[in-house]
């Protein structure tokens, strides 16, 4: 293969690597991007998000920034709230049990709404979450677990946007071609070995940043960092994600950081297929269960459904669910609740029961101990609960009392038939271990020298996320950090010459 050394080598076609890419060029650097993939699957685990978007907003006028788009009938039937820094710092914080990154914490929170625009400037267009992260009461939509705005089409149209952006920007991309192994000269960093139509090519370059993803769809990694079982999950996504990224770096020497055995997993269709389908996208999970409540192959409920909006629990109760005899879990509504269900829960190639009795339901659920199913349920409706109203959009306080794991927020009884039932198991979305960066996005070696030439961006950083993670950040993260790493890797290169 012929291809003439260019400044700056991008290894992946993802959120963080495309958006590093294109940070790159902007800062002067010529750049080629690496993908695995063949062209028709590109854009990683990035393709597969709805576009949730965790950014700071200070209320309707920030967010109309992003969204010049959205219209007045809109805008009188939304209470958007604020999703202040206070508010990020907060949430991150309460969900890694205060272990992120301090420094890399700051980054991503401050320079959160700057990325916005910037993606907006790059033709990245984004919309209200409506259909998913709130719901209409007293007549007005308001919006729950700092997500009220998402990337317009999802992640599909976010790869579609940055794409065309990086062809108009000259920046090319070669797919079907791994990265295998990073070239190092005299000064550092010096390029990248691939695999090109079968055969090894070396490609020069001054500088390399790594965006290629982490571990997840490596069972054998899985089941090594991550622990026994881990290996029988699904993966939620691309099936590209194997860790050749980490396995380069590490290999010259990169110090690594974060949360090594852990990892976003959430409740996935029991029947949906081993790796990710592009078609189906992320609507195989099921995140409704906050307004039901889940049981496992015994019958018995395992974990408080109604903690928190789904968006603070979902990514650490897949984890939960592997734990469980079987690996699977059923979630249980009745048709008080139904209605809340999103999207996903109504795509046609879903696992669901339905039965007019508890007492038939319990015969329909594959594998499920139908007594001790039953039993569960008398004991949860017969559970004392407060006087108070049910209320989806707040905690409510509508909770259990007695029961051995009570459900803390709205916890109505189940008394309106037909009962719905739909079956899940762990479904894993990416891992939280990386490699360790310097808030310029250098990677570190294990002496804590950054390594000359080399960056990363996207979910191959460490240091983040530790035990659970609020939904929409990883996005954001690759963005903040892959606009970091394009800039300070061109920078590198104009000192270098
Ligand atoms: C179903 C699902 C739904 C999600 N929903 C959301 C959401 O709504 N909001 C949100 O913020 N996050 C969401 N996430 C998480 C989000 O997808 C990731 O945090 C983020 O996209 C990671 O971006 P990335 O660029 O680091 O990785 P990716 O987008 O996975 O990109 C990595 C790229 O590297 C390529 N690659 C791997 N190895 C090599 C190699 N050796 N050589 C060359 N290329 C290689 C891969 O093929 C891939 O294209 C979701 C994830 C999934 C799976």
């Not at 062809?167 to 192994?181: G, R």
């Not at 490596?218 to 993966?235: I, Q, S």
């Not at 860790?243 to 976003?264: E, F, K, N, P």
Request: a negative charge; one cysteine or more.
């Amino acid at each position: 293969m012929d291809m003439p050394e260019v400044d700056v080598i991008v290894v992946g076609a993802g959120n963080a690597a495309t958006v590093g890419a294109l940070s790159a060029r902007e800062n002067g650097a010529s750049v080629l991007q690496l993908e695995i993939s063949p062209e028709h699957y590109r854009g990683g685990n990035s393709a597969f998000t709805g576009g949730a978007w965790r950014i700071v907003y200070h209320g309707f006028d920030d967010l109309a920034r992003l969204i010049p788009d959205i219209n007045d009938h809109e805008l009188s039937n939304v209470d958007v709230g604020t999703y202040t820094e206070e508010q990020y710092y907060d949430d991150v914080g309460r969900l890694t049990e205060y272990r992120s990154d301090p420094d890399l914490t700051e980054i991503l929170i401050t320079q959160s709404f700057d990325a916005g625009l910037w993606m907006r400037e790059k033709g990245v267009r984004f919309q209200l979450g409506l259909g998913r992260q709130a719901f209409k009461v007293d007549g007005k939509f308001k919006f729950w677990g700092g997500l009220a705005c998402h990337i317009w089409g999802g992640g599909k149209e976010l790869i579609k946007s940055l794409g065309a952006r990086a062809a108009h920007e000259q920046i090319a991309i070669l797919y079907e071609t791994p990265a295998v192994a990073l070239l190092q000269g005299d000064n550092g960093v010096a390029g990248v070995r691939v695999r090109h139509k079968g055969r090894l090519v070396d490609l020069r370059s001054k500088a390399v940043v790594l965006a290629a993803g982490g571990f997840e769809a490596n069972t054998e990694m899985r089941a090594r960092y991550l622990g026994p079982g881990w290996d029988l999950a699904k993966v939620r996504g691309s099936r590209y994600n194997t860790g050749q990224g980490l396995r380069m770096a590490l290999d010259i020497g990169a110090a690594t950081a974060g949360h090594w055995s852990g990892a976003h997993a959430c409740a996935w269709d029991m029947n949906a297929p081993p790796v990710g389908d592009l078609d189906v996208g992320d609507r195989f999970q099921k995140h409704g269960y906050p307004y039901g409540i889940v049981v496992n192959a015994k019958g018995q409920r395992f974990l408080d459904e109604g903690a928190d909006f789904h968006s603070y629990t979902y990514a650490k109760y897949g984890g939960e669910i592997l734990k469980q005899p079987g690996m699977f879990a059923w979630q249980i509504f009745d048709q008080k609740t139904v209605h809340l269900l999103r999207d996903e829960y109504r795509i046609p190639r879903t696992t669901k029961e339905k039965a007019d009795t508890l007492e038939e339901l319990a015969g329909k659920l594959e594998g499920v101990d139908p007594r001790g199913f039953l039993e569960t349920m008398r004991a949860f409706n017969g559970a004392p609960r407060p006087d108070v109203p049910f209320n989806p959009n707040v905690h409510d306080g509508l909770r259990t009392t007695g029961l051995a794991i009570d459900k803390t927020n709205w916890a109505q009884q189940f008394d309106t038939p037909p009962y719905e039932a739909y079956g899940v198991t762990t479904g894993i979305t990416f891992t939280f271990g990386g490699v360790k960066i310097t808030n310029s996005a250098e990677i570190e070696d294990t002496s804590g020298m950054p390594i000359p030439g080399l960056f990363a961006a996207g979910e191959m950083v460490g240091g983040l996320y530790y035990h659970n993670y609020a939904s929409g950040t990883g996005l954001m993260a690759g963005a903040v950090f892959g606009r970091i790493a394009g800039k300070s890797a061109a920078a590198y290169v104009r000192m270098a010459r």
